[in-house]
């Protein structure tokens, strides 16, 4: 892990990137064991951001407590990307319902309702960061 929470999810004693520390302590403050979920969903690799093409990936083995059974084929593996939300935009062409996994819970993604979304949280000064999911077959060698 490249990050660290400090003591009870804070600050303090903590290290590693901004942006990396602020996704680890929303996961950290939605209950989520960030060891046991590193030690179960293996990071296979990781595509570090590039000003070139602006986002930054890691691909990890499918679980099916993440990622949700049967949503994930055996032969791919997961994709997780983040970077600024209007770069996510152009990369996804679905939105999952009321946040639940899997083809059934898929629709057409709706640009102008994230756009809006952006535009609000960052008229409010807020740094808004945009993520997505995907998988790939293993034998794309990723």
């Known amino acids: 892990m490249k990050c660290k929470l400090g003591g009870g999810g804070g ?9 990396e520390l602020s996704i680890l302590r929303a996961a950290y403050f939605a209950g989520v064991d960030i060891d046991v979920l590193n030690s179960t969903a293996p990071l296979v690799n990781e595509v570090s ?7 930054m990936a890691t ?10 059974a049967g949503n ?11 970077d600024g939300p209007d770069r996510m935009l152009s990369l996804c062409d ?14 057409p993604i709706n640009p102008k309702y ?22 790939v077959p293993k034998s794309s060698n990723c």
């Open 11 to 19: 600050r303090e004693g903590a290290i590693g990137n901004p942006t």
């Open 59 to 68: 691909v990890h083995k499918s679980v099916n407590e993440i990622d949700g």
């Open 94 to 107: 679905t939105q999952a319902t009321s946040g639940l996994m899997g083809p059934s819970n898929l629709e």
């Open 114 to 135: 994230w756009t809006e979304q952006i535009a609000i949280f960052s008229s409010h000064g807020l740094r808004v960061l945009g993520m997505c999911r995907a998988t």
């Open 49 to 55: 951001f590039s000003s070139d093409y602006k986002f």
């Open 72 to 82: 994930v084929p055996d032969d791919h593996y997961v994709v997780r990307v983040k």
